[in-house]
């Protein structure tokens, strides 16, 4: 009788304990998926604050030279160098936006320190091919998260509908995630960025046109790594973010991690910039879209 009842006992033991084995995979793989979703908000901002600085200065994009509301809309936040508004006499040339050591908030909302190194090898939206490298290496956070390493987008052309083309490379790209982990964007494959002109008004002397412009982003593929364990992943529908919403307002991807457990990660739901973010399947709000 004792041993049946061992044997009963033995059983229950192994049926309780084998779904909490199952749940835990489930609950780190979730988390993982988070802090990538994480890495593509700190992207999309690092990004925006860059570019938003390029196009406020026609003689870097289009080689108009500087006008009287370009110099009015200069300030120390950043303090660029050399002095974009002069007359560029050779490629490649680097400008350092240095956001300062205690930080400051150049569109008024996010705070911003440390510095950015851009670095064009011709006039960025007038030539074919032209590559802008944009370099976080210098002790560079938004929003108190840390980003190190370079975007590089080369100009493809403007399309039919006057939005503005760009091959985007992500490599080796590092974000610091809530949990302290670093998540590494190793490589990605075929991607683009296009800057859409929502209003159809953009005009290269006026850099306020470009306040409404939103990018899409694909990649047929990204290799992440998380603390020595990789993900593989690929956007299943473009990318959208708003400059006004500080989470992507549409587009998924989905993958795997490397024991073969599915990720999928659906931005649509946060279409009216509510932070509210689909992950594996649970419907729930970033602290990082907020």
């Known amino acids: 009788m004792r041993k049946w009842m061992f044997f009963i006992l033995c059983t229950l033991v192994m049926a309780c304990s084998e779904p909490r084995i199952v749940q835990d995979i489930s609950v780190n793989t979730h988390q993982e998926a988070e ?14 604050i860059v570019l938003a600085e390029i196009f406020k200065y026609p003689n870097l994009h289009s080689g108009i030279k500087s006008n009287q509301q370009e110099i009015d809309f200069r300030n120390d936040c950043p303090c660029i160098t050399p002095d974009p508004t002069q ?33 064009l090898d011709g006039l960025l939206c007038v030539s074919e091919g032209t590559v802008a490298k944009i370099d976080y290496a210098n002790n560079f956070t938004i929003d108190g998260v840390d980003m190190d390493g370079c975007i590089e987008l080369t100009f493809i052309k403007e399309n039919a509908d006057g939005n503005l083309c760009f091959d985007s490379d992500l490599a080796g790209l590092t974000v610091t ?20 002109d929502a209003l159809g008004n953009n005009d290269p002397n006026d850099f306020t046109t470009f306040l409404d412009d939103y990018t899409c982003q694909t990649y047929s593929s990204m290799d992440v790594c998380i603390e020595d364990e990789d993900f593989t992943l690929s956007t299943d529908s473009e990318l959208k973010t708003n400059p006004l919403c500080a989470c992507p307002v549409g587009g998924s991807l989905s993958g795997m991690d490397s024991n073969g457990n599915p990720i999928i990660i659906d931005f649509s739901p946060n279409s009216s910039c509510s932070g509210t973010v689909i992950i594996n399947g649970v419907t729930q709000t970033l602290d990082a879209c907020l």
Do not use: R, W
């Open 35 to 48: 802090l990538i979703a994480e890495h593509i908000i700190s992207t999309k901002a690092g990004l925006q």
């Open 87 to 119: 007359p560029i006499s050779s490629y490649p040339i680097t400008y350092t936006l240095d956001f300062g050591g205690n930080g400051c908030m150049p569109d008024g909302i996010t705070e911003v320190k440390g510095k950015v190194d851009v670095t």
């Open 177 to 196: 995630g809530s949990n302290g982990s670093d998540i590494v964007l190793k490589s990605t494959s075929e991607g683009k960025l296009t800057l859409v």
